[in-house]
């Protein structure tokens, strides 16, 4: 099968290590690969050099027309079976081009339960003709979706993504150092809010009788003001900003805990990832943290620090068999529901339509 992805860009997301990882378990099964991507640099790709990346260069409105030529020119010199697209932008593009190419199957994907405003739910309404099936990354999110009029029941299915359990080991926490470490991982945007998570340590500051630092692994816009308020907010001796980072599975299994104080997500895969490596998982009802977490880790109301605060304080004072027991369930519910394995065997049946 000739497989062709199309996103938005290859930046440091999930939405896009998610397609990585689907292009390279896509090779090893022997199917045929390439990647389109609409915009920007790229920061993560496919381990597979058989993977090709195509990039459209679409930096901006007035390169839309050269952009779509370039793009049709690589469906007619590959001829793919199926096209999947992922989020809002290259599903569009998708969709709007589509129309040269209505015998090829068009999978779109949307990967959060925010998606945009008004004029993008609308955008995606009016063109939802154009392609054969769309889906979300979890039932929140497709619900989401649903109530702002972009999709119906009919036309968008929920579509779990999995991760690579080989990158994600389970072990036993070095606890040599008296330190807990907290995790956060993602960009410095407004979608993350981490100033709800700034706000809960400094809720918590002086009240935790032991040594803790909060590890920010990300970058993003807004990094002259998160770094303005941890001052501000007096917690700068205990918050740590490390930057942008490649070795995420070693931070995660370093980490004892790790939050999530997102105002708004799809399926956070960061989270699958935490609970795959054994760490226990403080996190925002969000979009599917409830799905992914069932009943482990703490889950508390999205922009709420004071619930924020006393989740974090209530992890804390869990005891180590409690925590451990957790995180043993954690990595077997993941394992059941959230693997690569299964993700793939989903997504090979959609594309062959049975």
């Not at 998708?94 to 040269?100: E, Y």
């Not at 991760?163 to 945007?189: A, C, M, P, T």
């Not at 993003?220 to 501000?232: A, F, H, K, S, Y």
Request: charged share 20%; net charge neutral.
């Amino acid at each position: 099968m000739k497989i062709l992805y199309v996103i938005t860009g290859l930046g440091l997301g999930g939405a896009e290590k998610v397609v990585c990882d689907l292009a390279d378990q896509m090779i090893l099964k022997g199917h045929d690969v390439k990647i389109v991507y609409l915009t920007g640099s790229v920061l993560v790709k496919p381990v597979s050099s058989r993977v090709e990346l195509l990039a459209l260069h679409l930096n901006s409105a007035s390169n839309i027309f050269g952009a779509s030529r370039k793009y049709k020119k690589i469906i007619r010199d590959f001829s793919p079976d199926v096209i999947h697209s992922h989020m809002i932008h290259a599903n569009i593009f998708a969709r709007l081009n589509h129309l040269s190419f209505k015998y090829i199957r068009l999978i779109c994907t949307a990967h959060n339960s925010h998606e945009g405003g008004r004029l993008r739910m609308l955008a995606y309404k009016l063109t939802n003709f154009l392609s054969n099936l769309n889906t979300n990354v979890s039932q929140e999110a497709s619900e989401s979706l649903i109530s702002k009029g972009a999709f119906n029941n009919n036309n968008l299915i929920t579509v779990y993504n999995g991760i690579d359990l080989n990158k994600f080991n389970f072990f036993n926490k070095d606890k040599s150092s008296n330190e807990l470490s907290f995790l956060s991982v993602g960009r410095f945007n407004k979608q993350k809010d981490y100033p709800n998570l700034f706000q809960a340590i400094s809720i918590l500051k002086n009240t935790i009788d032991k040594e803790v630092k909060f590890y920010i692994a990300g970058e993003g816009e807004l990094r002259p003001q998160l770094e303005q308020l941890i001052v501000d907010l007096g917690i700068s001796d205990c918050v740590v900003f490390l930057g942008k980072r490649s070795d995420i599975p070693t931070l995660l299994n370093k980490a004892d805990y790790f939050i999530l104080s997102s105002r708004h997500e799809g399926l956070p895969t960061v989270v699958i990832e935490a609970m795959a490596c054994g760490t226990f998982v403080i996190a925002t009802d969000c979009g599917g943290s409830a799905e992914i977490m069932g009943d482990t880790g703490i889950l508390v109301p999205p922009q709420n620090s004071e619930a924020l605060a006393e989740a974090i304080k209530q992890a804390v004072n869990k005891t180590p068999l409690d925590i451990q027991e957790n995180n043993l369930k954690a990595r077997q519910r993941v394992e059941e529901l959230f693997s690569l394995e299964k993700s793939v065997e989903n997504w090979l049946k959609i594309y062959r339509n049975e």
